[in-house]
């Protein structure tokens, strides 16, 4: 494996973000610092219906028919607690402007509905906005750059609408929302993703994503329908790293095609998914943590600019940060800390590697510190000998099956590296 620490190839970039985080009330999340998540993405926040009292636009202005501009028509309260823990713990924000997913809707869909009024649903966005960026109604000053208007509209438990109404919903509330705040960014639409383009045999249902994909870009560049877009936001779960680049591939040729080249590419909803009967359980130990760090290299290498993985509630079966009750870090959390640390120093650098199963992403500072993040996907030990510019390895820490990413210099001689099976190191 050779490294050029010379030869930068640009920034490292936020993909150890996460969806929502252990609920706390105002103080720091260590874990969270510990790891630097640069961004947790706010949706089904709280647990189902948002736990009643997070994020939720229905959670924070509980009577649609109120004033809007009245501060006492909103409920801020539980939000603002949980917000200011993010913030404490140094991550950024992407807040979804929408609801929870109501997984159980065929019984009674509460919430899920088209708003009754859009213009009136983005002015209360907006005030959301001004509690949380400008301090309105006894708020906040976050700085919340990022503002995702629904999530998965395509999807029933998610809407009950039509097309045609999401797309007018997202009109006039992106339209207004940037009128207001030019600073921030708006998009959407958190889709369900894009399966259908390499799956076969999918339903016309998954085939739809596409068509709703399509079909929203030609709506925003529509000089009749026009609305920003400075972010599209999409999902895919998978056991399959590769896809998740040739999905990443797809949104971004899309996008260029549509002419919204500056569009930022947000991957907010990831996570190892193999249909098996024990997935959530193999999410939380070398099997997720070895996808998360694969996935880690080929992201840094691909067209996806930020990503969250789904999720960081350690309640939740998709929960892969945590176990539960203990809310102890599961193995799968490690990859985030490991990868952070690369993020820190800030600069990628060229690595060359043709050992099968093995992947690597190296970074500096500049300024004579340097990283190598490596995951050997394998069932046997890799023998890696380390060629760089003049720069010698000290320090190896490992996450296997029988290391919780702890120092293994019995691992590391002379930059010659033996990675275990199935593990994840970082070299310093």
């Known amino acids: 494996m ?45 647990g189902a219906y948002g736990g009643f009292r997070f ?81 309105w109604a006894n708020g906040l000053h976050l700085n919340i750059t990022y503002w995702e208007i629904w999530n998965e509209p395509e999807n029933p438990p998610m809407w009950t609408g039509t097309r045609e109404q999401y797309f007018e919903l997202y009109r006039v509330a992106a339209n207004y929302l940037k009128q207001q705040y030019p600073n921030i960014k708006v998009g959407g639409y958190a889709g369900c ?29 529509n000089p009749a329908t026009a609305a920003p877009l400075d972010f599209y936001s999409w999902h895919l779960y998978t056991a399959d790293p590769d896809e998740i680049i040739l999905h990443a591939d797809y949104v971004r040729k899309q996008l260029d095609a549509a002419g919204f080249r500056d569009t930022i590419s947000v991957f907010d909803e990831w996570n190892r998914i193999d249909g098996s009967a024990d997935q959530f359980d193999l999410m939380k130990e070398m099997p997720g943590a070895t996808f998360v760090a694969e996935a880690f290299c080929k992201m840094q290498n691909g067209p996806i600019d930020i990503a969250n993985y789904y999720d960081a509630l350690p309640t939740r079966s998709y929960g892969g940060l945590f176990y539960f009750p203990s809310q102890k870090p599961s193995k799968t959390y490690y990859p985030f800390k490991a990868f952070n640390e690369l993020y820190k120093l800030g600069k990628q650098v060229v690595v060359e590697n043709d050992t099968p199963h093995v992947h690597a992403i190296a970074a500096t500072d500049g300024d004579g510190h340097h990283a190598v993040f490596i995951v050997n996907t394998s069932d046997t030990q890799a023998l890696l000998k380390l060629e760089t510019d003049n720069v010698t390895f000290s320090q190896l820490t490992l996450l296997d099956a029988t290391h919780l990413y702890v120092p293994a210099p019995e691992c590391l001689q002379n930059n010659i590296v033996q990675l275990p099976p199935q593990s994840v190191a970082l070299l310093q």
């Open 2 to 46: 050779k490294i050029n620490f010379s030869n930068i190839l640009g920034p490292i970039k936020p993909l150890h973000g996460v969806c929502n985080s252990p609920v706390v009330y105002g103080d720091e999340i260590p874990s969270f610092k510990e790891a630097g998540i640069p961004f947790v993405r706010l949706h089904d926040t709280g």
């Open 193 to 221: 993703g894009f399966y259908a383009i390499n799956r076969p045999n999918m339903s016309d249902f998954f085939k739809g994503f596409i068509t709703w994909f399509d079909e929203f870009l030609k709506f925003c560049k």
């Open 55 to 135: 994020v939720d636009v229905p959670n924070i202005f509980r009577n649609f028919n109120v004033d809007e501009n009245d501060p006492a028509s909103y409920d801020f309260a539980f939000t603002d607690a949980y917000l200011t823990s993010l913030h404490k713990s140094g991550c950024d924000i992407i807040y979804r402007l929408g609801v929870t997913i109501e997984n159980q809707f065929r019984i009674k869909a509460y919430r899920i509905d088209p708003p009754a009024d859009f213009a009136k649903w983005a002015r209360i966005c907006a005030n959301i906005i001004r509690h949380y960026n400008d301090g």
